[in-house]
Every structure is written in structure tokens, then in C-alpha cells.
């Protein structure tokens, strides 16, 4: 199992600025279909949000790697992917990975500048109430999986 050294683990930790209970501000968000929502009509109980750019390739990898904990493993898990970048590179992205999630465009990033953002891909675990739960900068590491979301 991959385990995060110390160093990294600091300075990810550097790099939070979310507090665990703390209220994330609801957001109008764009879906790839052009329809317009809000963050919270979309969580419903414990929900993963992912703040990535279109071209980050660790940010790519995740989404891979959470689709597969899906489908693959039973990992019962809400995702919300919230990206900031090329709109049509995510269309592509969707139809050829097979994405079953929601992916809302950030337009201008401005979401992730608010919760001030400073590393992709950026890992929030929220309730109903958009109050967090865990913050896991850096990408999604097996841990984390078993932690956070139950096998069916």
C-alpha cells in the first residue's frame, strides 16, 4: 500500500487552507450537457468533491482511479468533479473514460480561487450541508479509499 513520507505529507498539509467542519460556499456550476446547477442540489449524503484542471495528468489519473473503485472494487461513493480549464477536453475525456460522474466547469477557476486552491488535484469530503469532512490534498491514495468509502 502507498503511504505518504513525511515531507509530503507537510507539505500538503501546507497547502490546506478548508478546516474540517467548516461550510463550503454553494456554487452555480455549468454541466458538460450546458445545463447550469447548483453544488448543493447535487449532494445528497457524503460526497466526494474534486477540484482539478482539465490538463493535469495526476488530476486525469484520479478520475480514472475513482471510476475503477466504482466500478471495479463496489466502493459505494458520490463524486462531484468541480475542473477549470478546456470545457471540450473534458467532453472527450467523459465519452472515452467512461465517466459516470458529474464534471462542472469552473469557468476561469474562480471556485477553486475561492476556497483558495493551490494544488490538483484538491480532495473534499462534505455532507448534505456542504460542512467538511476530510480534506485530502494531492490525490486520492488507497488509504484513503478504505477510510473514507465502504465496499458494498
Request: aromatic residues 10%; hydrophobic residues 45%; negative net charge.
Amino acid at each position: 500500500m502507498q503511504q505518504r513520507d513525511l515531507w509530503t505529507s507537510a507539505l500538503l498539509d501546507s497547502a490546506v487552507v478548508l478546516e474540517i467542519g467548516q461550510s463550503i460556499p454553494d456554487y452555480h456550476f455549468q454541466t458538460l450537457e450546458g445545463d447550469f446547477v447548483t453544488l448543493r442540489s447535487l449532494i445528497v449524503d457524503s460526497t466526494l468533491i474534486t477540484i482539478s484542471e482539465s490538463q493535469c495528468a495526476a488530476c486525469l489519473d484520479q478520475m480514472i482511479s475513482v471510476r475503477n473503485q466504482i466500478a471495479d472494487n463496489g466502493r459505494h461513493m458520490r463524486v462531484i468533479v468541480i475542473y477549470f480549464g478546456n470545457p471540450l477536453y473534458m467532453v472527450k475525456l467523459k465519452n472515452e473514460e467512461n465517466l459516470q460522474f458529474p464534471l462542472l466547469y469552473d469557468e476561469g477557476g474562480k471556485y477553486s480561487l475561492h476556497l483558495e486552491v493551490t494544488i490538483y488535484p484538491f480532495n473534499l469530503l462534505v455532507d448534505k450541508d456542504l460542512n467538511v469532512l476530510a480534506v485530502i490534498p494531492a490525490g486520492l491514495m488507497e488509504q484513503d479509499y478504505e477510510r473514507w468509502f465502504p465496499l458494498h
